[in-house]
């Protein structure tokens, strides 16, 4: 519990600079450098271990500026967080996270993106894997891969937002500030634990399937994601953008 508090009470002290207003505008920050870098004899949570884990990034200044790592959602990767909406609001000249300042990691989680994942060839035989073992894998990267040994900021939304608190409990000196967005540090429940439930369950029991070992993708899954977006998709205000007329 008090590592928990000691998390909580980290993710108010991040510096009013980076709490103002975001800035309105196009995208005017450095080009993202994509690289990978592989941790060796990677122990999972499990005890299970692989001998490369390979793990992709993306960065967004330069090495000499203070470091922040972002993490992405779920199904997403660190490339989902270079939108217009977010990177153009976030990296620019005098914006929060200006990259003229910030040295900005996005990595793919572990089991995302361009990082080592099942889908890469062991399927059903890759080890089991959760939020530690993702952040384990982000901290050997930033420790290991960049040589950091300090972050300014760890900032996640979502998925990332859940793996930030994870990363304020296992390493609270780690980091100056914490940023979880769009969860919450309690056990999964109710409308979120329906739909993760819902789309685990259209996989597992879709032929296609074949207990892991399917050579195409499931298309239960592509079905059912339908349904997932729009019980996902941001609520009335989304739709209403999405389609503000009858016609549209």
Known sequence: MKEL???????FSL????????SVGAADHPVPKEANWVARDFRFHSGETLPDVRLH???????????????????GSGATLLTKDFAGELFGPGQPLDASRYFVILPDA???????RPS????????????DDMVLAQYRLVTEGLSIRHLRLVLGNSMGGMQTWIWGVRYPDF???L????????????????LRRMLADAIRYDPDWNGGNYSAQPRGMQRIL????????GGSQAYYKQAPTREK
């Open 110 to 116: 572990l089991g995302t993106g361009k990082s080592t």
């Open 226 to 233: 339908v349904q997932f977006g729009i019980a996902t998709s």
């Open 5 to 11: 508090v000691t998390a909580l009470v980290r993710v």
């Open 120 to 131: 890469d060839g062991l399927r059903m035989r890759f080890p089991k894997y959760n939020y």
């Open 15 to 22: 510096g009013a600079g980076a709490l103002i207003a975001l």
């Open 175 to 177: 980091m100056d500030a």
């Open 57 to 75: 990034y993306t960065t967004v200044g330069a090495p000499s500026g203070e470091p922040v790592l972002l993490l992405h959602g779920t199904a």
């Open 179 to 194: 940023v979880p967005m769009a969860c919450q540090p309690t056990e999964m429940s109710g409308r979120n634990w329906m």
